[in-house]
């Protein structure tokens, strides 16, 4: 009995017990939250290079030219963004079918080589980024 009272009353250890049962929720929790971050960036990007392609394309007078314009930006452009790879990117540009006034410029991007996958984290969203901007034929 006097060594089980003893050992109730001895705290060396208690910290380190501690940590080792904290320690793993708050990495995994930190993991997320760079993991999030990282995904909600490249998916930011995916949208601003949509929108810009998409304000390149109304130059274009025809659905044709305007892929060709699309995929000419694409291919002239040197990314800001450090994630973006421009080899990973499916665009597609088409018209409106309900409005013939105005065209929309999809991009699919697959952000499967990320870092973040690698990652031990809650559910992330899907590998498959896709985002798109629809601009009116002719500008206003």
């Known amino acids: 009995m006097h060594a089980l009272s003893r050992l109730s009353k001895d705290r060396a250890g208690t910290s380190a017990l501690e940590f080792a049962i904290i320690a793993p929720l708050f990495f995994l929790i930190l993991f997320t939250l760079i993991a999030y971050g990282i995904y909600l960036s490249v998916t930011h990007a995916v949208q601003q290079v949509a929108a810009d392609a998409a304000r390149t394309a109304v130059a274009g007078l025809n659905p044709t030219e305007r892929v060709t314009l699309v995929n000419?930006?694409?291919?002239?452009?040197?990314?800001d963004?450090?994630?973006?790879n421009r080899a990973k990117m499916q665009v597609v540009v088409t018209d409106d079918p309900a409005n013939p006034e105005q065209f929309t410029v999809t991009i699919t991007y697959d952000s499967g080589d990320l870092p973040i996958w690698n990652l031990f984290t809650f559910a992330l969203p899907s590998q498959r980024i896709e985002r798109y901007s629809t601009v009116r034929v002719g500008g206003l």
């Open 81 to 84: 963004y450090v994630f973006l």
């Open 72 to 79: 000419r930006y694409l291919d002239a452009s040197h990314f």
